[in-house]
């Protein structure tokens, strides 16, 4: 199995541009925002799940899942979240596995938001790398990508772990508070390292005394 990073990062922090560099520099990717829409597109099994559970006004005029509607019904609802949750999980769970399954390349990237929050998906990976900009910042992208207003942005905010405590809970840390050209000194760095990291943990696989899945202790 390839050596895995796992990427998370508030919202608006930019972490679909730190995978892009990623990519281009020729890391594996895998994206849970993307395996989550690819288990509702329309027919899919999640998608007939989240009709079930939550009845046709989940869906829009044009049959497919109404991601707004649904955002909107489980962001307060603490209920109706623990649903959507339990149905969708396990499929993009399966989805991600069976992405990472088919990595080739020496380490890739697994990019979840709530990577922390949730920590399900902690136990498959070797080190977590956080993107970070400031919250000011964060509400200024999300304001003008989403239209959403200050106080949406900051209520979204306050619901994922405080920056404090995501940046100390970080192995590595991409700082894009800046224009993208700065992330690519940072990225080139990082993935030399996770290179060096993915070669070690090769060398140390089950037989030799390693652990198991390339997955070293994140403080080595």
């Given at each position: 199995?390839?050596?895995?990073v796992?990427?998370?990062?508030?919202?608006?922090?930019?972490?679909?541009?730190?995978?892009?560099?990623?990519?281009?520099?020729?890391?594996?990717?895998?994206?849970?925002d993307?395996?989550?829409?690819?288990?509702?597109?329309?027919?899919?099994?999640?998608?007939?799940?989240?009709?079930?559970?939550?009845?046709?006004?989940?869906c829009?005029?044009?049959?497919?899942?109404?991601?707004?509607?649904?955002?909107?019904?489980?962001?307060?609802?603490t209920?109706?979240?623990?649903?959507?949750?339990?149905?969708?999980?396990?499929?993009?769970?399966?989805?991600?596995d069976?992405?990472?399954?088919?990595?080739?390349?020496?380490?890739?990237?697994?990019?979840?938001?709530?990577?922390?929050?949730?920590?399900?998906?902690?136990?498959?990976?070797?080190?977590?790398?956080?993107?970070?900009?400031?919250?000011?910042?964060?509400?200024?992208?999300?304001?003008?990508?989403?239209?959403?207003?200050?106080?949406?942005?900051?209520?979204i905010?306050?619901?994922?772990l405080a920056?404090?405590?995501?940046?100390?809970?970080?192995?590595?840390?991409?700082?894009n508070?800046?224009?993208?050209?700065?992330?690519?000194?940072?990225?080139?760095?990082?993935?030399?390292f996770?290179?060096?990291?993915?070669a070690?943990?090769?060398?140390?696989?089950?037989?030799?005394g390693?652990p198991?899945?390339?997955?070293?202790?994140?403080?080595?």
């Amino acid at each position: 199995m390839a050596y895995v990073v796992g990427l998370t990062g508030g919202i608006g922090s930019g972490k679909t541009e730190v995978t892009r560099a990623f990519a281009a520099f020729g890391a594996d990717v895998a994206d849970a925002d993307a395996a989550a829409h690819a288990v509702t597109d329309r027919d899919q099994p999640g998608y007939h799940a989240v009709v079930a559970a939550f009845g046709p006004q989940a869906c829009g005029p044009d049959g497919n899942l109404d991601r707004g509607w649904l955002r909107r019904a489980v962001f307060a609802d603490t209920d109706a979240r623990t649903r959507l949750e339990r149905i969708l999980h396990p499929l993009i769970l399966q989805r991600l596995d069976d992405e990472m399954s088919r990595w080739r390349g020496p380490y890739g990237i697994l990019s979840v938001p709530l990577l922390l929050e949730r920590g399900t998906l902690l136990p498959r990976i070797a080190r977590v790398l956080v993107v970070d900009c400031p919250e000011d910042e964060q509400v200024r992208r999300v304001m003008a990508r989403s239209g959403l207003s200050a106080a949406e942005v900051k209520a979204i905010i306050a619901t994922q772990l405080a920056r404090p405590e995501r940046l100390a809970r970080a192995d590595d840390v991409v700082d894009n508070s800046g224009p993208l050209t700065a992330l690519t000194g940072q990225i080139a760095r990082l993935d030399a390292f996770y290179r060096e990291r993915a070669a070690l943990a090769k060398e140390l696989e089950p037989g030799s005394g390693s652990p198991q899945n390339g997955v070293l202790p994140r403080s080595a």
